[in-house]
């Protein structure tokens, strides 16, 4: 018995040892493939392969989430890549798990200075923890200085900071680069140059200090030294990357496109014909509108690796681009075969989405990105452009208070802002937006986050957002004042041409506007608002037989693009309709629902169709027969507008209340549920919460302004009656001016209506 139980005792001694061996060999394993992660990682992030990096230090966090080399990859990997929050996110994480990597300590600090307000308190903290470990860390005193600056202390108490820093070690150059940005900040060039020499001379090897020198030579339009200076950085650093990129991005700026493609192809050379080099050779012939060279470099990588996604990515762009969705949905294909949780690639999908009006199916993506990354840059801005192509103003603001907290140097947010005060009529403040977004671009220097090449794109955009306030706003002069002068940057574009054009609309010079339409229609001749301002304003010329060959024409032009026909022949429909021609209408319509049965604004037209030959039921039939294979709240409205008009006002509240379900602020749901409520006096207190939330979501518009006017007569508040109905008057004439039209006279016809009953006793 004895000797049994010692070999049973010994047979479990083994196997708990073999067991611990076996646990220390995977726990060994586990150590070796992080660290591996984490040299690759630092190998890419030297290379400035940041997504690869990412990568790989992601890999090493997923095994060891208490790493904090790994975690310090990964903010270093972000903040290359412009994600704000995430990069914030992990430097949290790293000082907790590394207290003594200053580095990220300050790193931090700097970039809470950038929250709005900035968080000081918590950046004392950071800086009292630092000097605690390193009284004469440099970057600690840099980063007081700054906080110093954010609170608006006196400039000798910021300087004797910042000189402190540079005695430590006289020979830093990062340290007069700081230097210089203050006083750059400050407007005292001279100072600034004084001490970006400085920085070169005490260090002339390397290349950072005549890069600095370079942008900032740039920024003060001394363009020859600027290149001077970029040339000096590659002497000084042959092989350094920052140097080569920085003087290619600078011929870009200067549109010296050949230098540019030489600097580029010698980054390639420099890197050994990586695929991130020639990635950005590809970037640089996009960006200079070579789509067919870009195309060939892109195509070049995938061929030798069929799995770098960034090529197929910028692919899928380019496609997108030239309007080619077949061709987008085969790079996406691929994409999620190679990862079927590809963010680029479901943000590549949402944009075609959006450019197809599956705009639903667009927020369905959106939402998945969200719920797992609330902060992502590119969803939340599509969200935000899916929300005002919704008309969801309210919503799509929300999304805009969330982008700019999570990412405050992301200057585009701006032009979301504009475009949804654009969208809801609020062509004051769009105006205001305008002004504002003008202002912050002139004081915005290049960075990372905004190019040279971005902000010259922000301060276009901002020109045009402001002359299309103020075309809304009648201030005609002005506007064409802004849009002329986008023009005149942007010759090639057919969209500044298109808006110069609504000048000439409203000052009724048609002949100059179908001039500028035409041109635009040279530069892009799928650009449908230049087929669709032309076809208008040869209508009101009584020319329907030149709007239906310019039609044809533009239908011939684009057959290859199927995304434009059903927009076209909804056009051609248009125009017989114009013409009376009810038979030939409703063949344009119907072959318009042939090309895409989504298109809701032929429903709508087929239905007015229908309805002007008193079929209304066979109108009902087609809308019915879209809202039983896809419940949408537009498709609602509409059937209730049908049912309204038949008189059938059970049914038509019934489905302006299932519109109103799925979409709470629709508002031509709320708005006639709140007419039809108001007219039968049959719950007038819901009638004005619906009419007063229409008007909330568009104050610009004068049906709006005219609904809530009449709930406020039904109620016997003729005073209140008359001030709405007034607003709607004064928004309507205005409206009209704008398009050369008469104004609704069933306006005036109501506010006289109020203004008499003023005083009479209720009857």
């Known amino acids: 018995m004895r000797v049994n139980e010692c070999h049973r005792f010994l047979s479990r001694f083994l196997f708990v040892i073999l067991i611990l061996g076996f646990g220390t060999f995977i726990s060994s394993c586990s150590s070796q493939a992080k660290e591996n992660h984490i040299k690759r990682g630092e190998e890419f992030l030297e290379k400035r392969k940041f997504q690869e990096a990412v990568m790989e230090f992601r890999a090493a966090a997923d095994i060891d989430e208490e790493s904090g ?71 600690g005193h840099i980063l007081k200085a700054s906080m110093l600056s954010v609170q608006g202390k006196p400039e000798p108490e910021v300087l004797e900071v910042l000189n402190y820093a ?65 040339r000096k950085a590659i002497e000084a650093e042959p092989k350094n990357i ?16 050949d230098k540019a493609e030489v600097a580029y192809k010698e980054l390639v050379t420099i890197e050994e014909n990586s695929p991130e080099s020639r990635m950005a050779l590809g970037n640089f012939y996009g960006e200079i509108n070579r789509d067919a060279d870009a195309v060939e470099v892109y195509r070049s990588i995938i061929s030798e690796n069929p799995e770098y996604v960034r090529a197929r990515h910028k692919l899928g762009e380019i496609y997108l681009d030239r309007k080619e969705p077949d061709l987008v949905q085969e790079q996406l294909d691929k994409l999620f075969e190679i990862n079927d949780r590809d963010a680029e690639a479901l943000i590549l999908r949402v944009r075609l989405n959006l ?60 032009l979301l802002k504009i475009q949804a005060s654009l969208s ?21 220097e290049p960075s990372r986050e905004n190019s040279a090449e971005s902000i010259a794109d922000l301060k276009i955009r901002a020109l045009t957002a402001r002359g299309l306030a103020n075309l809304q706003l009648g201030n005609i002069a002005v506007a064409q004042k802004d849009l002329s002068d986008v023009a005149n940057f942007t010759p090639n574009s057919a969209s500044a041409l298109v808006n110069l054009a609504k000048i000439h609309v409203a000052e009724r010079n048609l002949d100059e506007a179908l001039s500028l339409y035409e041109r635009a229609l040279v ?11 032309m076809v208008s304003v040869l209508l009101r010329q009584n020319r329907s037989a030149d709007a239906h060959s310019r039609v044809d024409l533009s239908i011939r032009q684009n057959s290859r693009f199927a995304i434009i026909l059903p927009a076209l022949n909804y056009l051609k429909a248009d125009v017989f309709m114009a013409e009376g021609k009810l038979n030939e209408a409703e063949a344009a319509l119907k072959k318009t629902i042939e090309l895409d049965e989504n298109y809701l604004p032929a429903y709508s037209s087929y239905a007015a169709l229908l309805i002007e030959r008193g079929q209304t039921d066979a109108a009902l039939a087609q809308f019915k027969n879209v809202v039983d294979r896809k419940p949408s709240a537009a498709v609602y409205t509409l059937i209730g507008i049908l049912e309204e008009s038949r008189t059938n006002k059970p049914d038509a509240e019934k489905n302006y209340r299932k519109a109103l379900e799925i979409e709470p602020n ?42 809530l006017g009449w709930v406020y007569y039904q109620k016997g508040l003729e005073s209140s009656a008359v001030e709405h109905f007034r607003k709607a008057v004064s928004l309507d004439a205005a409206a009209a001016a704008r398009g050369g039209v008469s104004p609704n006279p069933e306006y005036r016809e109501r506010l006289t209506l109020a203004i008499n009953a003023i005083g009479k006793p209720a009857a």
């Not at 940005?181 to 060039?189: L, V």
């Not at 370079?214 to 003060?220: C, E, H, I, M």
């Not at 769009?430 to 912050?440: D, F, G, S, V, W």
């Open 666 to 707: 629709s508002p031509i749901a709320a708005n006639n549920l709140a007419w039809m409520l108001a007219s039968d006096k049959t719950n007038l207190d819901e009638a004005l919460k619906l009419a007063q939330s229409t008007v909330s979501q568009d104050p610009n518009n004068a049906g709006f302004y005219d609904t």
């Open 166 to 230: 540079i005695s430590l070690d006289p020979k830093r150059t990062e340290s007069y680069v700081s230097l210089s940005r203050f006083y750059g900040k400050n407007e005292k060039n001279a100072e600034a140059e004084e001490a970006l020499k400085k920085g070169i001379s005490v260090n002339p090897a390397r290349a950072i200090g005549y890069i600095e020198y370079a942008r900032f030579l740039s920024q003060s339009s001394r363009f020859p030294e600027a290149e001077q200076q970029f």
């Open 69 to 139: 080399e790994a975690r310090w990859g990964l903010a270093r990997s972000y903040e290359h890549l412009d994600q704000f929050v995430d990069t914030v996110q992990e430097l949290r994480k790293v000082v907790e798990l590394l207290p003594d990597n200053l580095d990220a300590k300050v790193k931090l600090g700097n970039y809470l200075l950038v929250f709005s307000p900035p968080q000081i308190d918590e950046t004392a903290k950071i800086l009292e923890d630092v000097f605690k470990r390193d009284p004469n860390f440099i970057e």
């Open 523 to 533: 530069i892009d001749q799928s650009n449908f608002d230049a087929v669709s301002g």
């Open 242 to 257: 920052e140097a080569h990129d920085s003087l290619a991005q600078f011929y870009v700026a200067q549109k010296q496109f």
């Open 424 to 444: 809801a009529g609020e062509s004051d403040l769009a105006l205001r937006q305008a002004n504002e977004l003008l202002q912050t671009v002139s004081a915005t």
């Open 355 to 414: 450019f197809q009006n599956k705009t639903e199916e667009a927020v369905a993506d959106l939402e998945e990105i969200l719920k797992k990354n609330p902060n992502q840059k590119d969803a939340l801005f599509y969200m935000t452009q899916a929300k005002i192509n919704l008309g969801q103003i309210e919503q799509a603001r929300a999304f805009i208070g969330d982008l700019s907290k999570y990412h405050p140097e992301f200057l585009r947010v701006n």
